[in-house]
């Protein structure tokens, strides 16, 4: 099966003389099993969806089948060509970059209400990807990603963690994660030098905090030092102070050391 898609995959690349670009962190899914779970897992059967960095296609076609309407973002036009070719205007395709392209006018575009994402998202943007979506406001009510093993990892991590940081708060403050599958190299093609995970986000009840993420900023700036220090320069020492005795924090903690809910706490004293 995997050989098949594989011959597949390369066969469509070849007929537009493409190639993958490693720059680009181009590894195409070609593991039939792993596509039917991801797909199982997203659950966006009647629903608007929007896809990142959907490459060749893999997860896009059966996308298509089950949702309701398909945006995807795509940054190399080598591919977008190839998308079209196969999809036509049945998805909503945009040739940009995610990290700069306008979310809420691709929200409009696909339904205006909740949405779900998935993508498999390339190693070297993950965090700013995930922290674009974490922070978006948007009513994304579940997202399916294929990430680097090492950091799915951060969407669980809990306090203490040497990983734990406003990727994990801000994940557990408004979603629960699960985890989906391990993947390894051997999934994609070309192979990666990593293994791989996908994790589904389910978003919660909690309403979005507008300064959590400029505050978990502040928090986690410098980790050494203590969440009184690090909060001087982001509303001034008394206010930090009043609001951190208010959420019954010592001053001398540092911010490895709280849980998401207490982060919450300071961001509404604050």
Known sequence: MRKDRIEQLQSMLDSLSLMPNK???QNFLVDDVAISRILDAADVRGQAVLEIGPGAGALTE????????VAAV?????????????FGNALLLYNEDFLKTD??????????GAFCVTGNLPYYITTPVCMRLLTSELPISRMTLMVQQEAAVRFFALPGARVYGPMSVLTQVYYTPSRVMELSPESYYPQPDVNSSVVTLLRNAQPF???LASLLKACFAM???????????YGGK??????????GIAPAARAETLAPEQFVQLCEQL
């Open 238 to 247: 008394q206010p930090a102070m009043d609001a951190l005795a208010a959420c």
């Open 209 to 211: 905090l507008s300064n």
């Open 23 to 25: 720059a680009l962190g």
């Open 62 to 69: 059966g996308l298509l089948q089950r949702a309701k309407t």
């Open 223 to 233: 980790r050494r030092k203590t969440i009184a220090n690090n909060l001087k320069g």
């Open 103 to 112: 979310l809420s006018a691709i929200h409009r575009a696909l339904c205006g």
């Open 74 to 86: 795509e940054i190399d036009a080598r591919m977008c060509a190839l998308l079209r070719a196969r």
